[in-house]
């Protein structure tokens, strides 16, 4: 599951850097949720990286129109090659989503509490995702739109949930976009290519219209958990 995350231009350039030499553009977003706009990588036609703003929540290119009806933030790779949804895009338009972290919510004596999940070390976080190109057929609009990749939880996040979004080394970063090769599905299990911090934070967050850096705040010692490689 991932529901929400934090985007902070200043250290995802640092990685982004280090991935293709760009800087991210911005704006920060400390608390993004579906369906706003999200900065995220994909490869352009000639095979040259580029950061596109997309609206985090895939809409198929043969919907007949934008809908939330059903969960499309979300997609599990476990099925993401079967799914009349996510099928094209998994094969074809496959795209990396630089965040510095991502909440989770844990269920503790009835109240839902917040965690954020974040490298212990590195300045964010690659999530596999997929994207699709919408065109309404009467008013020409078009639509750029994406989900993230979940899997199982690998040890050490259980306790958060029994889901986690798919993690991408930045050596694998550019494999998994490339539409040419075929040999990504051992890029995208329950890896945990860092180690993280499961940082208790204020409920604060919870209401997705907060996004200044508030939502950070701890209000306890983080949780390490190890990485597991590649």
């Given at each position: 599951?991932?529901?929400?995350?934090?985007?902070?231009?200043?250290?995802?350039?640092?990685?982004?850097?280090?991935?293709?030499?760009?800087?991210?553009?911005?704006?920060?977003?400390?608390?993004?949720?579906?369906?706003?706009?999200?900065?995220?990588?994909?490869?352009?036609?000639?095979?040259?990286?580029?950061?596109?703003?997309?609206?985090?929540?895939?809409?198929?290119?043969?919907?007949?129109?934008?809908?939330?009806?059903?969960?499309?933030?979300?997609?599990?790779?476990?099925?993401?090659?079967?799914s009349p949804a996510f099928r094209e895009p998994y094969r074809?338009?496959?795209?990396?989503?630089?965040?510095?972290?991502?909440?989770?919510?844990?269920?503790?004596?009835?109240?839902?509490?917040?965690?954020?999940?974040?490298?212990?070390?590195?300045?964010?976080?690659?999530?596999?995702?997929?994207?699709?190109?919408?065109?309404?057929?009467?008013?020409?609009?078009?639509?750029?739109?994406?989900?993230?990749?979940?899997?199982?939880?690998?040890?050490?996040?259980?306790?958060?949930?029994?889901?986690?979004?798919?993690?991408?080394?930045?050596?694998?970063?550019?494999?998994?976009?490339?539409?040419?090769?075929?040999?990504?599905?051992?890029?995208?299990?329950?890896?945990?290519?860092?180690?993280?911090?499961?940082?208790?934070?204020?409920?604060?967050?919870?209401?997705?219209?907060?996004?200044?850096?508030?939502?950070?705040?701890?209000?306890?010692?983080?949780?390490?958990?190890?990485?597991?490689?590649?």
């Amino acid at each position: 599951m991932c529901g929400r995350f934090n985007v902070s231009a200043d250290p995802l350039t640092i990685l982004l850097m280090e991935l293709v030499g760009m800087a991210h553009p911005g704006p920060d977003n400390h608390n993004a949720a579906p369906t706003e706009q999200i900065v995220v990588l994909r490869l352009d036609e000639a095979g040259e990286p580029e950061l596109v703003s997309m609206r985090w929540w895939l809409t198929p290119f043969w919907s007949k129109e934008v809908s939330t009806r059903y969960s499309m933030f979300n997609a599990k790779s476990e099925t993401a090659a079967k799914s009349p949804a996510f099928r094209e895009p998994y094969r074809k338009r496959r795209c990396v989503v630089p965040v510095c972290g991502f909440y989770e919510w844990i269920r503790q004596n009835n109240q839902k509490l917040p965690y954020y999940i974040t490298p212990k070390e590195d300045p964010g976080m690659l999530l596999a995702g997929l994207w699709d190109h919408w065109v309404n057929k009467d008013s020409g609009e078009v639509l750029e739109s994406f989900t993230i990749l979940t899997a199982a939880a690998a040890p050490g996040m259980e306790f958060i949930h029994s889901r986690q979004p798919v993690m991408l080394a930045v050596s694998d970063a550019r494999a998994w976009m490339d539409p040419e090769n075929g040999n990504f599905e051992d890029l995208i299990g329950s890896q945990l290519p860092r180690p993280l911090d499961a940082v208790p934070v204020s409920t604060y967050v919870n209401n997705a219209r907060h996004k200044d850096e508030r939502v950070l705040q701890p209000v306890a010692d983080p949780v390490a958990i190890e990485g597991s490689g590649a």
